[in-house]
């Protein structure tokens, strides 16, 4: 189980590897609720997903030991790009296992953060198993979606406290 800690220890390995993305007021959206709404923009990311958090985590925690290897993991869309980016920040080559419908698109902007795309399967999860195949020559295995400190990384969007104090909302603090 991912604990807060956990997060706030993400956080601060990764702080220098993502972007702060800030909250919008949706005024829409709170009119459509009747509550105030705001969007976290983590399309500003460079993977265009908050799954970078995720990766970079998991990536940084066991660079030492996985630098010569790199790592693998399987994905069939935003996952992908975001293990390719933190292996491309972080130094290290990245191999990303894709099903075969994977869209082209997805698969070249993966390649574009320097990934190796590797096609196979017909369900994510063939491709998950073929990644976790793989990794046995010493790859660092990322889990699409399994993995505590992939979650550990991705629960730091959540900055919302001070993202609202900015945008002048104020927060009870029970």
Request: aromatic share 6%; glycine share 8%.
């Amino acid at each position: 189980m991912v604990s807060l800690s956990d997060i706030e220890a993400a956080e601060r390995r990764i702080q220098e590897q993502i972007i702060h993305t800030p909250l919008v007021y949706s005024p829409v959206l709170s009119l459509r609720t009747g509550v105030r709404i705001y969007l976290k923009l983590e399309t500003l990311q460079r993977a265009g997903s908050f799954k970078v958090g995720g990766a970079t985590n998991k990536v940084l925690l066991h660079l030492d030991a996985y630098r010569a290897h790199g790592v693998i993991a399987a994905s069939a869309g935003n996952r992908a790009q975001g293990v390719a980016v933190a292996a491309q920040s972080a130094g290290v080559e990245a191999t990303i296992v894709m099903p075969v419908w994977a869209s082209i698109a997805k698969q070249e902007a993966t390649r574009a953060y320097g990934a190796r795309v590797c096609l196979f399967g017909q369900t994510l999860e063939e491709a998950v198993a073929r990644a976790h195949e793989l990794s046995r020559d010493g790859r660092l295995f990322i889990h699409p979606y399994d993995d505590d400190e992939v979650i550990a990384g991705q629960g730091t969007i959540a900055q919302i406290r001070h993202a609202l104090d900015g945008a002048g909302y104020q927060i009870p603090e029970n």
